[in-house]
């Protein structure tokens, strides 16, 4: 499968919850992934960014979103129907979960 890489940089909110689980949340691309364990949180992350910015290809609406977050690639977008896989470096910042708590 071909990479299609990003000039970007995802940032993922990340915290445990209250049942153990960690949770991601990507605001860029208004994602909220979910994982038993950090391995499942990281494969869930990569897999929830995957399935949306090939769906956008998809619809052939990939290039002007690109445009709207200001990204740019670094190889060729995804040709009409193909199926890459897309390499966007990604920080996580890990939260108290205290902070996330309503008061």
């Known amino acids: 499968m071909r ?3 990003i000039v970007t940089v995802l940032k993922w909110r990340v915290f445990q919850g209250p049942s153990g689980a960690w949770v ?3 605001d860029q691309l208004t994602l909220t992934v979910q994982g038993n364990t950090w391995a499942e949180l990281m494969g869930s ?3 929830a960014v995957n399935l949306l910015l090939n769906d956008l290809a998809e619809t052939g609406e990939f290039e002007q979103f690109l445009r709207s977050k200001d990204w740019s ?3 060729p977008g995804p ?3 193909e199926q890459v896989q ?3 470096p ?3 910042d890990l939260e108290a979960r205290e902070a996330l708590t309503c008061k």
Do not use: H, Q
Request: proline share 5%; charged share 15%; net charge negative.
């Open 24 to 26: 991601g949340v990507c």
């Open 3 to 5: 990479i299609v890489r």
């Open 73 to 75: 690639t670094v190889t």
């Open 79 to 81: 040709a009409p129907g």
């Open 45 to 47: 992350s990569v897999e």
């Open 86 to 88: 897309f390499d966007l």
């Open 90 to 92: 990604m920080v996580l």
